[in-house]
Protein backbone atom coordinates (compact mmCIF):
# COMPACT_ATOMS: atom_id res chain seq x y z
CA UNK A 1 0.00 0.00 0.00
CA UNK A 2 0.94 3.77 -0.79
CA UNK A 3 2.64 5.29 2.28
CA UNK A 4 3.37 1.51 3.53
CA UNK A 5 7.21 2.23 3.79
CA UNK A 6 6.59 5.71 5.72
CA UNK A 7 4.74 3.87 8.35
CA UNK A 8 7.38 1.36 8.86
CA UNK A 9 9.89 4.60 9.14
CA UNK A 10 7.74 6.24 11.47
CA UNK A 11 7.22 3.28 13.60
CA UNK A 12 10.78 2.59 13.81
CA UNK A 13 11.86 6.08 15.10
CA UNK A 14 9.27 5.96 17.28
CA UNK A 15 10.21 2.41 18.99
CA UNK A 16 13.77 3.45 18.81
CA UNK A 17 13.02 6.54 21.19
CA UNK A 18 11.24 4.04 23.07
CA UNK A 19 13.77 1.31 24.20
CA UNK A 20 16.30 4.26 24.20
CA UNK A 21 17.75 4.83 27.74
CA UNK A 22 20.90 6.10 27.49
CA UNK A 23 19.80 9.89 26.14
CA UNK A 24 18.31 12.39 27.95
CA UNK A 25 14.55 12.83 27.50
CA UNK A 26 14.88 15.91 25.07
CA UNK A 27 18.06 14.24 23.29
CA UNK A 28 15.74 11.67 22.42
CA UNK A 29 12.57 13.39 21.44
CA UNK A 30 14.87 15.36 19.48
CA UNK A 31 16.33 12.12 17.52
CA UNK A 32 12.97 10.97 17.16
CA UNK A 33 11.51 14.07 15.63
CA UNK A 34 14.26 14.11 13.20
CA UNK A 35 13.62 10.70 11.80
CA UNK A 36 10.18 10.97 11.21
CA UNK A 37 10.55 14.75 9.54
CA UNK A 38 12.95 13.02 7.40
CA UNK A 39 10.55 10.17 6.28
CA UNK A 40 7.74 12.36 5.73
CA UNK A 41 10.35 15.22 3.74
CA UNK A 42 11.18 11.96 1.39
CA UNK A 43 7.36 11.02 0.70
CA UNK A 44 6.93 14.43 -0.61
CA UNK A 45 4.61 15.85 2.48
CA UNK A 46 4.80 19.56 2.06
CA UNK A 47 7.61 21.07 4.47
CA UNK A 48 5.31 23.53 6.29
CA UNK A 49 3.14 20.85 7.43
CA UNK A 50 5.81 18.79 8.43
CA UNK A 51 7.24 21.76 10.67
CA UNK A 52 4.08 21.88 12.16
CA UNK A 53 3.85 18.34 13.26
CA UNK A 54 7.54 18.25 14.15
CA UNK A 55 6.77 21.48 16.73
CA UNK A 56 3.40 20.30 17.97
CA UNK A 57 4.87 16.98 18.75
CA UNK A 58 7.77 18.72 20.41
CA UNK A 59 6.07 21.26 22.34
CA UNK A 60 3.51 18.38 23.61
CA UNK A 61 6.00 15.81 24.67
CA UNK A 62 8.31 18.18 26.40
CA UNK A 63 4.93 19.99 28.30
CA UNK A 64 3.53 16.42 29.03
CA UNK A 65 7.09 15.39 30.19
CA UNK A 66 6.82 16.72 34.37
CA UNK A 67 3.32 14.55 34.43
CA UNK A 68 4.36 11.63 33.74
CA UNK A 69 5.64 9.96 36.63
CA UNK A 70 7.42 6.52 34.95
CA UNK A 71 8.62 5.36 32.19
CA UNK A 72 6.08 3.45 31.20
CA UNK A 73 3.71 6.59 30.97
CA UNK A 74 6.40 8.00 28.96
CA UNK A 75 6.65 5.53 26.15
CA UNK A 76 3.04 5.77 25.79
CA UNK A 77 2.82 9.65 25.99
CA UNK A 78 5.48 9.27 23.13
CA UNK A 79 3.04 6.56 20.72
CA UNK A 80 -0.02 9.12 21.51
CA UNK A 81 1.46 12.21 20.65
CA UNK A 82 2.74 11.04 17.34
CA UNK A 83 -0.50 9.19 16.79
CA UNK A 84 -2.63 11.82 17.50
CA UNK A 85 -0.21 14.53 15.30
CA UNK A 86 -0.17 12.54 12.56
CA UNK A 87 -4.39 12.09 12.76
CA UNK A 88 -4.53 16.23 12.76
CA UNK A 89 -2.02 15.86 9.40
CA UNK A 90 -4.79 13.91 7.84
CA UNK A 91 -8.11 15.03 9.74
CA UNK A 92 -9.85 18.96 8.33
CA UNK A 93 -12.32 18.54 10.90
CA UNK A 94 -15.04 19.52 8.34
CA UNK A 95 -18.10 17.33 8.26
CA UNK A 96 -18.30 16.01 4.59
CA UNK A 97 -21.96 15.60 3.02
CA UNK A 98 -24.25 12.55 4.32
CA UNK A 99 -26.61 11.44 1.41
CA UNK A 100 -30.40 11.43 3.40
CA UNK A 101 -32.50 8.51 2.81
CA UNK A 102 -35.98 9.59 1.05
CA UNK A 103 -34.39 12.91 0.04
CA UNK A 104 -32.97 13.20 -3.94
CA UNK A 105 -29.14 13.44 -3.15
CA UNK A 106 -27.32 14.53 -6.39
CA UNK A 107 -23.30 13.68 -6.27
CA UNK A 108 -21.01 15.21 -9.19
CA UNK A 109 -17.42 13.87 -9.60
CA UNK A 110 -14.47 16.01 -10.87
CA UNK A 111 -10.73 14.95 -11.53
CA UNK A 112 -7.82 14.82 -14.28
CA UNK A 113 -8.34 12.25 -17.03
CA UNK A 114 -6.93 8.85 -15.81
CA UNK A 115 -7.56 9.86 -11.94
CA UNK A 116 -10.16 7.36 -11.39
CA UNK A 117 -13.12 9.43 -12.07
CA UNK A 118 -15.17 6.44 -13.78
CA UNK A 119 -14.02 3.62 -11.29
CA UNK A 120 -14.85 5.89 -8.21
CA UNK A 121 -18.58 6.73 -9.45
CA UNK A 122 -19.13 2.92 -9.61
CA UNK A 123 -17.91 2.16 -6.01
CA UNK A 124 -19.75 4.71 -4.82
CA UNK A 125 -22.85 3.75 -6.21
CA UNK A 126 -22.60 0.34 -4.77
CA UNK A 127 -21.43 1.51 -1.37
CA UNK A 128 -24.63 3.40 -1.37
CA UNK A 129 -26.98 0.59 -3.10
CA UNK A 130 -25.32 -1.68 -0.45
CA UNK A 131 -26.60 0.32 1.96
CA UNK A 132 -30.15 0.48 0.92
CA UNK A 133 -30.13 3.76 -1.31
CA UNK A 134 -31.40 3.80 -4.81
CA UNK A 135 -28.56 4.84 -7.02
CA UNK A 136 -28.27 5.88 -10.66
CA UNK A 137 -25.07 6.61 -12.89
CA UNK A 138 -25.17 9.45 -15.41
CA UNK A 139 -22.32 9.76 -17.68
CA UNK A 140 -21.49 13.37 -18.57
CA UNK A 141 -18.03 12.68 -20.28
CA UNK A 142 -18.34 12.90 -24.25
CA UNK A 143 -14.86 14.09 -24.34
CA UNK A 144 -13.18 10.95 -24.43
CA UNK A 145 -14.33 7.92 -26.98
CA UNK A 146 -15.71 4.90 -25.19
CA UNK A 147 -16.10 6.93 -21.83
CA UNK A 148 -20.17 5.91 -21.80
CA UNK A 149 -19.44 2.56 -22.60
CA UNK A 150 -16.70 2.12 -19.64
CA UNK A 151 -19.35 3.17 -17.28
CA UNK A 152 -21.76 1.17 -18.79
CA UNK A 153 -19.89 -2.00 -18.51
CA UNK A 154 -18.94 -0.97 -15.11
CA UNK A 155 -22.52 -0.37 -14.35
CA UNK A 156 -24.07 -3.68 -15.27
CA UNK A 157 -21.83 -5.58 -13.76
CA UNK A 158 -22.87 -3.52 -10.72
CA UNK A 159 -26.07 -4.09 -11.50
CA UNK A 160 -26.39 -0.37 -10.89
CA UNK A 161 -29.14 1.52 -13.73
CA UNK A 162 -27.51 4.30 -15.71
CA UNK A 163 -28.01 7.21 -18.66
CA UNK A 164 -25.48 7.99 -21.35
CA UNK A 165 -25.70 8.77 -25.10
CA UNK A 166 -23.64 7.97 -27.81
CA UNK A 167 -24.80 10.37 -29.86
CA UNK A 168 -25.05 13.54 -28.13
CA UNK A 169 -21.97 15.38 -27.35
CA UNK A 170 -22.96 18.14 -25.26
CA UNK A 171 -21.82 17.05 -21.99
CA UNK A 172 -24.16 19.64 -20.03
CA UNK A 173 -27.36 18.40 -22.08
CA UNK A 174 -26.53 14.62 -21.11
CA UNK A 175 -25.95 15.34 -17.52
CA UNK A 176 -29.22 17.51 -17.47
CA UNK A 177 -30.95 14.70 -19.03
CA UNK A 178 -29.79 11.91 -17.14
CA UNK A 179 -30.25 14.07 -13.78
CA UNK A 180 -33.51 14.77 -14.65
CA UNK A 181 -34.84 11.52 -15.83
CA UNK A 182 -33.46 9.79 -12.37
CA UNK A 183 -35.13 12.46 -10.14
CA UNK A 184 -38.37 11.79 -11.97
CA UNK A 185 -37.69 7.69 -10.98
CA UNK A 186 -37.60 8.66 -7.44
CA UNK A 187 -33.58 7.59 -7.11
CA UNK A 188 -32.00 8.91 -4.14
CA UNK A 189 -28.38 9.22 -5.20
CA UNK A 190 -27.53 10.14 -8.69
CA UNK A 191 -23.97 10.36 -9.49
CA UNK A 192 -22.63 12.30 -12.26
CA UNK A 193 -19.53 11.36 -13.99
CA UNK A 194 -17.85 14.82 -15.87
CA UNK A 195 -14.93 14.25 -18.39
CA UNK A 196 -11.60 14.40 -17.36
CA UNK A 197 -8.20 15.90 -19.28
CA UNK A 198 -4.91 15.75 -19.30
CA UNK A 199 -4.03 18.84 -18.02
CA UNK A 200 -5.94 21.30 -15.72
CA UNK A 201 -7.35 23.18 -19.17
CA UNK A 202 -9.86 26.50 -19.02
CA UNK A 203 -12.00 24.43 -21.19
CA UNK A 204 -12.44 21.64 -18.62
CA UNK A 205 -12.89 23.61 -15.74
CA UNK A 206 -15.58 25.83 -18.20
CA UNK A 207 -17.34 22.72 -18.90
CA UNK A 208 -17.14 21.44 -15.28
CA UNK A 209 -18.76 24.94 -14.32
CA UNK A 210 -21.98 24.42 -16.49
CA UNK A 211 -22.55 21.38 -15.30
CA UNK A 212 -22.74 22.05 -12.04
CA UNK A 213 -25.04 24.85 -12.91
CA UNK A 214 -27.60 22.66 -14.07
CA UNK A 215 -27.14 19.35 -12.41
CA UNK A 216 -26.45 21.40 -9.00
CA UNK A 217 -24.96 19.00 -6.61
CA UNK A 218 -25.79 18.34 -3.28
CA UNK A 219 -21.72 17.24 -3.05
CA UNK A 220 -18.74 17.71 -5.37
CA UNK A 221 -16.26 15.27 -5.51
CA UNK A 222 -12.75 15.24 -6.59
CA UNK A 223 -11.17 12.03 -7.44
CA UNK A 224 -6.73 12.96 -6.57
CA UNK A 225 -4.36 9.90 -7.88
CA UNK A 226 -2.76 9.49 -4.96
CA UNK A 227 0.52 8.66 -6.68
CA UNK A 228 0.94 11.99 -8.16
CA UNK A 229 3.00 13.26 -6.08
CA UNK A 230 3.63 16.83 -4.97
CA UNK A 231 1.59 17.91 -7.93
CA UNK A 232 -1.41 16.69 -6.30
CA UNK A 233 -1.66 19.88 -4.05
CA UNK A 234 -1.32 22.48 -7.36
CA UNK A 235 -4.06 20.65 -8.97
CA UNK A 236 -6.43 20.15 -5.89
CA UNK A 237 -6.03 24.03 -5.14
CA UNK A 238 -6.57 24.54 -9.25
CA UNK A 239 -9.77 22.22 -9.23
CA UNK A 240 -11.32 23.78 -5.72
CA UNK A 241 -11.02 27.66 -7.39
CA UNK A 242 -13.32 26.43 -10.29
CA UNK A 243 -15.82 23.54 -8.84
CA UNK A 244 -14.86 24.16 -5.42
CA UNK A 245 -15.48 20.39 -4.51
CA UNK A 246 -16.51 19.04 -0.98
CA UNK A 247 -14.82 15.80 -0.52
CA UNK A 248 -11.86 13.61 -1.99
CA UNK A 249 -11.35 10.20 -2.75
CA UNK A 250 -8.05 9.31 -3.11
CA UNK A 251 -7.15 6.63 -5.81
CA UNK A 252 -5.06 4.25 -6.23
CA UNK A 253 -3.58 3.72 -2.60
CA UNK A 254 -2.19 0.24 -3.21
CA UNK A 255 0.52 1.58 -5.65
CA UNK A 256 3.78 1.95 -4.66
CA UNK A 257 4.05 5.52 -4.89
CA UNK A 258 4.89 8.37 -1.89
CA UNK A 259 1.69 9.54 -0.77
CA UNK A 260 2.69 12.57 0.09
CA UNK A 261 1.43 14.72 -2.01
CA UNK A 262 -2.04 13.95 -1.48
CA UNK A 263 -1.77 14.31 2.41
CA UNK A 264 -0.61 17.66 1.66
CA UNK A 265 -3.44 18.72 -0.66
CA UNK A 266 -6.06 17.33 1.86
CA UNK A 267 -4.23 19.96 4.26
CA UNK A 268 -3.61 22.75 0.97
CA UNK A 269 -7.70 22.81 0.51
CA UNK A 270 -9.35 21.74 3.93
CA UNK A 271 -11.44 19.09 2.30
CA UNK A 272 -11.83 15.64 3.87
CA UNK A 273 -10.91 12.74 2.35
CA UNK A 274 -14.18 10.84 2.06
CA UNK A 275 -13.14 7.28 0.78
CA UNK A 276 -10.04 5.64 -0.68
CA UNK A 277 -9.53 3.38 -4.08
CA UNK A 278 -7.32 0.32 -2.88
CA UNK A 279 -7.23 -1.56 -6.55
CA UNK A 280 -9.44 -2.01 -9.54
CA UNK A 281 -12.05 -4.04 -7.95
CA UNK A 282 -15.31 -2.02 -6.94
CA UNK A 283 -14.91 -4.13 -3.29
CA UNK A 284 -11.73 -2.33 -3.21
CA UNK A 285 -12.62 1.00 -1.94
CA UNK A 286 -12.41 1.96 1.63
CA UNK A 287 -14.26 4.94 3.65
CA UNK A 288 -11.62 7.20 5.26
CA UNK A 289 -11.58 7.78 9.30
CA UNK A 290 -8.25 9.92 9.78
CA UNK A 291 -7.45 7.48 13.06
CA UNK A 292 -8.38 4.13 10.65
CA UNK A 293 -5.82 5.91 8.23
CA UNK A 294 -3.06 6.24 10.67
CA UNK A 295 -3.87 3.08 12.35
CA UNK A 296 -3.03 1.02 9.59
CA UNK A 297 -0.21 3.70 8.41
CA UNK A 298 1.97 2.72 12.00
CA UNK A 299 0.68 -1.33 10.77
CA UNK A 300 -1.61 -1.26 14.32
CA UNK A 301 -4.45 -2.32 12.97
CA UNK A 302 -8.19 -1.22 12.30
CA UNK A 303 -11.20 -2.81 13.24
CA UNK A 304 -13.27 0.17 12.64
CA UNK A 305 -12.57 -0.37 8.66
CA UNK A 306 -12.44 -3.97 8.58
CA UNK A 307 -16.33 -3.47 10.35
CA UNK A 308 -17.19 -1.24 7.83
CA UNK A 309 -15.66 -3.32 4.97
CA UNK A 310 -17.82 -6.36 6.28
CA UNK A 311 -21.13 -3.82 6.22
CA UNK A 312 -20.49 -3.58 2.48
CA UNK A 313 -20.11 -6.98 1.64
CA UNK A 314 -21.95 -9.27 4.23
CA UNK A 315 -24.98 -10.46 4.75
CA UNK A 316 -26.88 -7.22 6.94
CA UNK A 317 -28.36 -8.90 9.65
CA UNK A 318 -25.17 -11.09 9.97
CA UNK A 319 -23.24 -8.06 10.07
CA UNK A 320 -25.73 -6.45 13.07
CA UNK A 321 -25.36 -9.35 15.34
CA UNK A 322 -21.78 -9.06 15.22
CA UNK A 323 -21.86 -5.39 15.47
CA UNK A 324 -24.33 -5.93 18.67
CA UNK A 325 -21.90 -9.02 20.36
CA UNK A 326 -19.07 -6.47 19.94
CA UNK A 327 -20.91 -3.29 21.19
CA UNK A 328 -21.27 -5.84 24.34
CA UNK A 329 -17.81 -6.63 24.16
CA UNK A 330 -18.26 -10.46 23.27
CA UNK A 331 -17.38 -12.26 19.93
CA UNK A 332 -17.94 -15.30 19.60
CA UNK A 333 -17.37 -18.10 17.37
CA UNK A 334 -20.07 -17.93 15.11
CA UNK A 335 -19.16 -14.16 14.75
CA UNK A 336 -16.15 -15.55 13.74
CA UNK A 337 -17.39 -18.15 11.17
CA UNK A 338 -19.95 -15.54 9.64
CA UNK A 339 -17.37 -12.82 8.92
CA UNK A 340 -14.69 -15.56 7.63
CA UNK A 341 -17.15 -16.04 4.97
CA UNK A 342 -17.46 -12.83 4.50
CA UNK A 343 -13.64 -12.17 4.56
CA UNK A 344 -13.84 -14.52 1.58
CA UNK A 345 -15.85 -12.42 -0.53
CA UNK A 346 -13.73 -8.92 0.17
CA UNK A 347 -11.24 -9.18 -2.60
CA UNK A 348 -7.18 -9.48 -1.87
CA UNK A 349 -6.54 -10.94 1.69
CA UNK A 350 -3.82 -8.61 1.96
CA UNK A 351 -6.07 -5.71 1.78
CA UNK A 352 -7.85 -6.87 5.36
CA UNK A 353 -4.95 -8.21 6.61
CA UNK A 354 -3.75 -4.62 7.02
CA UNK A 355 -6.29 -3.84 9.10
CA UNK A 356 -5.98 -6.85 11.24
CA UNK A 357 -3.07 -6.02 14.23
CA UNK A 358 0.20 -8.11 13.33
CA UNK A 359 -1.29 -9.52 10.04
CA UNK A 360 -0.24 -6.71 7.44
CA UNK A 361 3.44 -7.47 7.75
CA UNK A 362 3.19 -11.16 7.93
CA UNK A 363 1.10 -11.45 5.02
CA UNK A 364 3.93 -9.60 3.18
CA UNK A 365 5.73 -12.67 4.02
CA UNK A 366 3.65 -15.24 2.54
CA UNK A 367 1.54 -15.38 -0.68
CA UNK A 368 -1.77 -14.30 -1.72
CA UNK A 369 -2.58 -18.14 -2.58
CA UNK A 370 -1.27 -19.57 0.33
CA UNK A 371 -3.02 -17.54 2.66
CA UNK A 372 -6.42 -18.17 0.81
CA UNK A 373 -5.86 -21.75 0.90
CA UNK A 374 -4.90 -21.50 4.83
CA UNK A 375 -8.41 -19.08 4.99
CA UNK A 376 -10.29 -22.36 3.64
CA UNK A 377 -8.88 -24.71 5.79
CA UNK A 378 -9.83 -22.05 8.78
CA UNK A 379 -13.36 -22.14 7.40
CA UNK A 380 -13.67 -25.75 6.82
CA UNK A 381 -12.63 -26.12 11.15
CA UNK A 382 -15.65 -23.33 11.52
CA UNK A 383 -18.26 -25.19 9.65
CA UNK A 384 -17.72 -28.26 11.24
CA UNK A 385 -18.37 -27.12 14.93
CA UNK A 386 -21.64 -27.50 16.70
CA UNK A 387 -24.24 -24.76 16.92
CA UNK A 388 -23.45 -24.73 20.75
CA UNK A 389 -20.03 -25.06 19.86
CA UNK A 390 -20.04 -21.54 18.03
CA UNK A 391 -22.27 -19.88 20.05
CA UNK A 392 -20.01 -20.09 22.66
CA UNK A 393 -16.86 -17.99 23.66
CA UNK A 394 -14.58 -20.41 22.34
CA UNK A 395 -14.00 -22.06 26.34
CA UNK A 396 -15.70 -25.03 25.75
CA UNK A 397 -12.86 -26.71 24.12
CA UNK A 398 -10.59 -26.11 26.84
CA UNK A 399 -13.50 -27.84 29.41
CA UNK A 400 -13.50 -31.01 26.69
CA UNK A 401 -10.81 -31.10 24.71
CA UNK A 402 -12.01 -34.19 22.94
CA UNK A 403 -14.09 -31.70 20.99
CA UNK A 404 -11.16 -29.93 19.72
CA UNK A 405 -10.36 -33.59 18.14
CA UNK A 406 -13.43 -34.22 16.50
CA UNK A 407 -13.42 -30.66 15.07
CA UNK A 408 -10.32 -31.39 13.88
CA UNK A 409 -11.46 -34.61 11.88
CA UNK A 410 -14.68 -33.12 10.83
CA UNK A 411 -12.79 -30.96 8.84
CA UNK A 412 -9.60 -32.63 7.88
CA UNK A 413 -7.26 -30.39 9.11
CA UNK A 414 -5.46 -30.92 12.73
CA UNK A 415 -6.01 -30.11 16.17
CA UNK A 416 -3.06 -27.51 15.89
CA UNK A 417 -5.60 -26.00 13.42
CA UNK A 418 -8.61 -25.81 15.69
CA UNK A 419 -6.32 -23.97 18.70
CA UNK A 420 -5.30 -21.48 16.33
CA UNK A 421 -8.41 -20.86 15.27
CA UNK A 422 -9.50 -20.74 18.77
CA UNK A 423 -6.42 -18.29 19.74
CA UNK A 424 -7.80 -15.79 16.97
CA UNK A 425 -10.95 -15.89 17.94
CA UNK A 426 -9.76 -15.03 21.23
CA UNK A 427 -8.03 -11.98 19.67
CA UNK A 428 -11.02 -10.57 18.28
CA UNK A 429 -12.97 -10.76 21.35
CA UNK A 430 -10.31 -9.11 23.71
CA UNK A 431 -10.69 -6.24 20.46
CA UNK A 432 -14.16 -6.01 20.99
CA UNK A 433 -13.88 -5.57 24.62
CA UNK A 434 -11.30 -2.70 24.88
CA UNK A 435 -13.89 -1.09 22.05
CA UNK A 436 -16.21 -1.32 24.76
CA UNK A 437 -14.00 -0.36 27.03
CA UNK A 438 -13.20 2.89 25.08
CA UNK A 439 -16.70 3.80 24.49
CA UNK A 440 -17.10 4.05 27.65
CA UNK A 441 -14.69 6.64 28.15
CA UNK A 442 -12.81 3.78 29.76
CA UNK A 443 -8.68 3.83 29.60
CA UNK A 444 -7.39 0.82 27.99
CA UNK A 445 -4.65 -1.00 28.82
CA UNK A 446 -2.56 -0.96 25.44
CA UNK A 447 -2.91 2.43 24.46
CA UNK A 448 -4.75 5.30 26.15
CA UNK A 449 -8.35 6.71 23.99
CA UNK A 450 -7.78 5.35 20.42
CA UNK A 451 -10.72 3.62 19.69
CA UNK A 452 -10.24 -0.31 18.38
CA UNK A 453 -7.05 -0.43 19.86
CA UNK A 454 -5.96 -3.88 21.06
CA UNK A 455 -4.20 -4.63 24.07
CA UNK A 456 -0.79 -4.59 21.78
CA UNK A 457 1.10 -1.68 21.46
CA UNK A 458 2.54 -0.73 17.92
CA UNK A 459 6.36 -1.72 19.98
CA UNK A 460 5.13 -4.21 21.74
CA UNK A 461 4.33 -5.69 18.33
CA UNK A 462 7.28 -4.47 16.65
CA UNK A 463 9.16 -6.30 18.87
CA UNK A 464 7.43 -9.10 18.60
CA UNK A 465 7.57 -9.36 14.82
CA UNK A 466 11.33 -8.45 14.97
CA UNK A 467 12.10 -11.63 17.21
CA UNK A 468 9.95 -13.63 14.51
CA UNK A 469 11.89 -12.49 11.95
CA UNK A 470 15.45 -13.39 13.36
CA UNK A 471 13.88 -16.93 14.31
CA UNK A 472 12.50 -18.44 11.33
CA UNK A 473 11.27 -21.92 12.64
CA UNK A 474 8.97 -19.50 14.89
CA UNK A 475 8.02 -17.67 12.03
CA UNK A 476 6.86 -20.56 10.49
CA UNK A 477 5.01 -21.02 13.32
CA UNK A 478 3.25 -17.99 13.35
CA UNK A 479 2.05 -18.50 10.13
CA UNK A 480 0.64 -21.48 10.44
CA UNK A 481 -1.29 -19.63 13.30
CA UNK A 482 -2.41 -16.74 11.29
CA UNK A 483 -3.62 -18.24 8.39
CA UNK A 484 -0.44 -18.39 6.25
CA UNK A 485 3.02 -19.96 6.03
CA UNK A 486 4.87 -22.25 3.85
CA UNK A 487 4.33 -26.00 4.91
CA UNK A 488 0.77 -26.29 5.10
CA UNK A 489 0.72 -26.48 8.65
CA UNK A 490 2.58 -28.66 11.13
CA UNK A 491 2.66 -32.52 10.28
CA UNK A 492 -0.12 -34.18 11.45
CA UNK A 493 -0.66 -37.50 13.01
CA UNK A 494 -2.82 -39.48 11.04
CA UNK A 495 -4.58 -36.32 9.47
CA UNK A 496 -6.65 -35.46 12.76
CA UNK A 497 -3.61 -34.87 15.53
CA UNK A 498 -0.78 -32.60 15.55
CA UNK A 499 2.90 -32.84 16.13
CA UNK A 500 2.50 -32.81 19.99
CA UNK A 501 6.42 -32.43 20.03
CA UNK A 502 6.82 -29.54 17.76
CA UNK A 503 3.49 -28.05 19.49
CA UNK A 504 5.40 -27.91 22.93
CA UNK A 505 8.63 -26.76 22.22
CA UNK A 506 6.60 -23.76 20.55
CA UNK A 507 4.31 -23.06 23.32
CA UNK A 508 7.73 -23.41 26.40
CA UNK A 509 9.60 -20.89 23.88
CA UNK A 510 9.68 -17.69 26.11
CA UNK A 511 9.60 -15.81 22.94
CA UNK A 512 6.30 -17.56 22.07
CA UNK A 513 4.99 -17.30 25.66
CA UNK A 514 6.00 -13.25 25.80
CA UNK A 515 4.04 -13.15 22.02
CA UNK A 516 1.04 -15.04 23.87
CA UNK A 517 0.87 -12.43 26.84
CA UNK A 518 1.10 -9.51 24.59
CA UNK A 519 -2.31 -11.09 23.01
CA UNK A 520 -3.76 -11.51 26.37
CA UNK A 521 -3.50 -15.18 26.11
CA UNK A 522 -2.41 -17.46 28.37
CA UNK A 523 -0.21 -20.58 26.87
N1 LIG B 1 -4.73 0.06 -8.71
C1 LIG B 1 -5.78 0.89 -8.79
N2 LIG B 1 -6.24 1.24 -9.99
C2 LIG B 1 -7.28 2.07 -10.05
C3 LIG B 1 -7.91 2.59 -8.88
N3 LIG B 1 -8.93 3.40 -9.29
C4 LIG B 1 -8.92 3.38 -10.65
N4 LIG B 1 -7.93 2.58 -11.11
C5 LIG B 1 -7.55 2.30 -12.49
O1 LIG B 1 -7.09 3.51 -13.08
C6 LIG B 1 -7.40 3.54 -14.47
C7 LIG B 1 -8.15 4.83 -14.82
O2 LIG B 1 -9.40 4.78 -14.14
P1 LIG B 1 -10.71 5.48 -14.73
O3 LIG B 1 -11.79 5.25 -13.76
O4 LIG B 1 -10.94 5.09 -16.14
O5 LIG B 1 -10.24 6.99 -14.72
P2 LIG B 1 -11.05 8.29 -15.13
O6 LIG B 1 -10.60 9.35 -14.21
O7 LIG B 1 -12.50 8.02 -15.20
O8 LIG B 1 -10.51 8.60 -16.55
P3 LIG B 1 -11.23 9.48 -17.71
O9 LIG B 1 -12.62 8.92 -17.88
O10 LIG B 1 -10.38 9.25 -18.90
O11 LIG B 1 -11.25 10.87 -17.24
C8 LIG B 1 -8.23 2.29 -14.75
O12 LIG B 1 -7.36 1.31 -15.27
C9 LIG B 1 -8.71 1.86 -13.36
O13 LIG B 1 -8.92 0.47 -13.27
C10 LIG B 1 -7.38 2.20 -7.59
O14 LIG B 1 -7.83 2.62 -6.51
N5 LIG B 1 -6.31 1.35 -7.61
Redesign the pocket.
Known amino acids: MVLADLGKRINSAVNNALSNSQDDYTTTVDVMLKSIVTALLESDVNIKLVSKLRTNIRNKLLESKSKSTNTAQTKKLIQKTVFDELCNLVDCETQPFQPKKKKQNIIMFV?L????????CTKLAVYYSKRGFKVGLVCA?TF?AG?FD?LKQNAIKARIPFYGSYTETNPVKVAAEGVAKFKKEKFEVIIVDT??RHHQEEDLFQEMVEISQVVKPNQTIM?LDASIGQAAEQQSKAFKDSADFGAIIL?????HAKGGGAISAVAATKTPVIFI????HVH?FEKFSPKSFVSKLLGIGDIESLLEQFQTVSNNEDTKATMENIQQGKFTLLDFQKQMQTIMKMGPLSNIANMIPGMGNMMNQVSEEETTQKMKRMVFVLDSMTKQELESDGRIFIKEPSRLIRVARGSGTTVFDVEMILMQQQMMARMAQSSKAAQQGGKMPGMPNIPGMPNVSPAMMQQAQQKLRQNPSLMKNMMNMFGGGQGGGLPGMGGGMPDMNEMMKMMQDPQMQQMAKQFGMGM
Not at 251 to 255: A, E, I, N, R, Y
Request: hydrophobic share 10%; net charge negative; aromatic share 0%.
Open positions: GQGSGKTTSDRAQSGVTKMDGGTGED
